[in-house]
């Protein structure tokens, strides 16, 4: 028994199957009388003269042919066409499933796993692949080409892994979802309601139970109540209504009722669906504040000096829109990120109030107003010349209606400086004299002009 095990290791050290010059039976004969010749598993037989070349030392023609070079290794598939690549995936998942949790063969078994799905995915027909562009309830989605963002799908609450999964984003709303999970959606894009009903929730936290949304979520109608049974109620400071974890994510917002009424910007947990449409409106002018809540000019201080100064910038536009140097230097786009501000000086949005809250606006509004009225005081001089002349006392400088010390009477739009307009207690002269050509317009005729 010894001596065969000898044997069959000294064959397995030095034989070479490959060598075709030498028959079968050369072979066995030429090792069994190298084998009688070994005196120990260490030391190796020396070469007689009539020896094949093939019978070398063991460091020189080490063939490893104990070692299994022709067995796959774990997950290693090669395929060329689809059909061969599913297969493959389907046996490496399997493999995945086999080895133990944790250790390095798994974990090299998961990255074959990916490499193996690339592949598929590069060798698909072409016909199979997925639009680039779905429309469902008033979404329109795109097909996202980024493969390293780590993302959440909005419907499922799961990881988008981007290497391996198809993932859409709406361009109205931002709603991010599987491909999946496209035909599960039902709830419309809130940009549609952005576009035909432009208009916050002005109650603060409109509650009104659990038991008129019938116990259930008021997005997905799932059941819901505060104890967490089946699933827990979350409510929406926006809205005052419960929504279940799927569609409440406890993500904040500064909700707009609390700014208008409290001054309040402290963010609040809101729904996903809410934070999506705060999201969008947060730079639309729809606040008119003077109908809302007209005592926070009263409260808040810097609301006031953004209010003079948007006036002034209304009484400076007639300036630009008639000066063609100022025309092509584009001054008025200056204001293109808040083109609400040369509309009117009545509508706020709550990014205005936010960067008010910051201190931000009234920094910002303050150097533009600047800009402008260097233009037109000191830069240009046709908009110089448009200047006007205090007719009450016809002295001093060129008056302009936004200068801090004028007055402008609102009949006639004429400019006069404030202590003559209102020392004099009149009214306006040039307003004074419009009345008296209408009255001998329009005086009656006398006895003597009928005859």
Known sequence: MEYNEKLARFRQAHLNPFNKQLGAGQHEQGAAQ?????????????????????????????????????????????????????????????????????????????????????????????????????????????????????????????????????????????????????????????????????????????????????????????????????????????????????????????????????????????????????????????????EINPLLFNYVEELVEIRKLRQDILLMKPYFITCKEAMEARLLLQLQDRQHFVENDEMYSIQDLLDVHLGRLGCSLTEIHTLFAKHIKLDCERCQAKGFVCELCREGDVLFPFDSHTSVCTDCSAVFHRDCYYDNSTTCPKCARLNLRKQSLFQEPGPDMDA
């Open 34 to 290: 190298e084998a009688l010749e070994i005196s120990s598993e260490e030391i190796l037989p020396e070469l007689r003269p009539g020896e094949p070349e093939f019978c070398c030392s063991e460091r020189v023609m080490d063939l490893g042919l104990s070692e299994d070079h022709f067995s796959r290794p774990v997950g290693l598939f090669l395929a060329s066409d689809v059909q061969q690549l599913r297969q493959a995936i389907e046996e490496c998942k399997q493999v995945i499933l086999e080895l133990p949790e944790q250790s390095e063969r798994q974990k090299d078994a998961v990255v074959r796993l990916i490499h193996l799905r690339l592949k598929l995915q590069e060798l698909k027909d072409p016909n199979e692949d997925e639009p680039n562009i779905r429309v469902l309830l008033e979404h329109r989605f795109y097909k996202e080409k980024s493969k390293s963002v780590k993302q959440t799908c909005d419907k499922c609450n799961t990881i988008i892994w981007g290497l391996i999964q198809t993932w859409y984003t709406c361009t109205g709303c931002y709603y991010r979802c599987h491909s999946k999970c496209l035909n599960l959606i039902s709830k419309p894009c809130v940009s549609s309601k952005v576009s035909h009903q432009a208009e916050y929730e002005l109650n603060i936290c409109p509650e009104t139970g659990l038991d008129s949304q019938d116990y259930r979520c008021a997005e997905c109608r799932a059941p819901i109540s505060l104890r967490g049974v089946p699933s827990e109620a979350r409510q929406c400071d926006y809205t005052g209504r419960y929504y279940c974890s799927h569609c409440h994510w406890n993500d904040l917002a500064v909700i707009p009722a609390r700014v208008v009424h409290n001054w309040d910007f402290e963010p609040r947990k809101v729904s996903r669906c809410s934070m999506r449409y705060l999201a969008l409106m947060v730079s639309r002018p729809v606040l008119r504040l003077r």
